[in-house]
């Protein structure tokens, strides 16, 4: 039985992880696996290689994907579930182990809805997918956003500024919530909650009135902000779109650090952490997490699970339907920000 898998969206450490433990559970299974590159666009082009224990060997540790990945959805590409469902019958394909996001799972779902036999494996380092406590990916990027947070406080300190810090998170601020609170973040911005600037500024006003000489300021890329309060709330494009057609996101941490200087005169600096949190190898928690995932979705795909995803709940991975999985993202909830709020200041 031949099974294809890919993977789709943006990349994130512990993608070769779930590769690895995908093949190494189908060769108990006795399936032949397929690997289609650069995620949907291999079954659109027909573009595939034979996944085997010797071509996923030593690539555990690795960032990034063997597969290559991109964000072609074939919904959006003319005709492209008949061209998929082609390719899947020209190849014998038995099933395809979709390892993805929200975009790359939300595709999974229609093409499982169209009658395609299909698993699916949660990636993201914003952990925003619904059905699943974390996704892997997601604690390597903190642990590199704390880090940053970490050596800003020591040259923030030294120079008597305030330093404000971007990370990733378009819709939702788990990064910068968690990164916030782990690094002792003195001010967390997240696309949950408008940011109103003028309020920012009142306390980090307070903040130094009190003796304190340095503040840090995290913000996720996708906070929409208030210039006041009575002003409607801003997100901060570059005026462009990316591969998937959505606005490009970007300078919201420079906006933030101009306005925090106008309004109290502390010097500030920003600091934009980009693509580096997407990079590099998986933290151990995520190996872990990334390889029971890998090795759920083999299970599944030898029971006949199809229309569902590996997800964890508390310490156990469960099959979770992939319509529930994608119906909303997954925010941070207000309960879980009001811890982060009892630091401030």
Known sequence: ?????????????????????????????????????????????????????????????????????????????????????RAIERNGIHAVIAIGGEGTLSAATRMSQEGVRIVGVPKTIDNDLNGTDFTFGFDTAVMIATEAV?????????????????????????IATYAGIAGGADVILVP????????????????????????????????????????????VTTGSLDEAGRPRLGGVGNIVASEIERRTG????????????????????????????????????????????AALRGNEIVSE???????ELKRVPKEFFEVAQVFFG
């Not at 300021?217 to 906070?223: R, W």
């Open 1 to 85: 039985m031949k099974v294809a898998v890919l993977t789709g969206g943006g990349d994130c450490p512990g993608l070769n992880a779930v590769i690895r433990a995908i093949v190494r559970r189908a060769s108990e299974h006795g399936f032949e696996m397929m690997g289609l590159r650069d995620g949907w666009k291999g079954l659109l082009d027909d573009n595939h290689f034979r996944l085997t224990r010797e071509t996923t060997s030593g690539i555990l540790h690795r960032g990034g994907t063997i597969l290559g990945t991109s964000r072609v959805n074939p919904f959006k590409v003319e005709n492209g579930l008949e061209r998929v469902k």
């Open 150 to 174: 970490d050596r800003l406080h020591s040259t923030a300190e030294s120079h008597k500024r305030v330093i404000v810090c971007e990370v990733m998170g378009r819709h939702v601020g788990w």
């Open 192 to 235: 949950e909650i408008p940011a109103d600037l003028e309020a920012v500024a009142q306390h980090l006003q307070r903040r130094h009135a009190g003796g304190r000489t340095f503040s840090i300021v995290v913000v996720a890329e996708g906070t929409r902000i208030k210039m006041s309060a009575n002003q409607n709330e801003q997100l």
């Open 266 to 309: 502390f010097e500030t600096r920003v600091s934009v952490l980009g693509h580096i949190q997407r990079g590099g190898a998986p933290t151990a928690h995520d190996r872990v997490l990334a390889t029971r995932f890998g090795v759920h979705a083999c299970d599944m795909v030898a029971r006949g699970e199809f229309g569902k995803m």
């Open 321 to 327: 339907h992939l319509a529930e999985a994608t119906r």
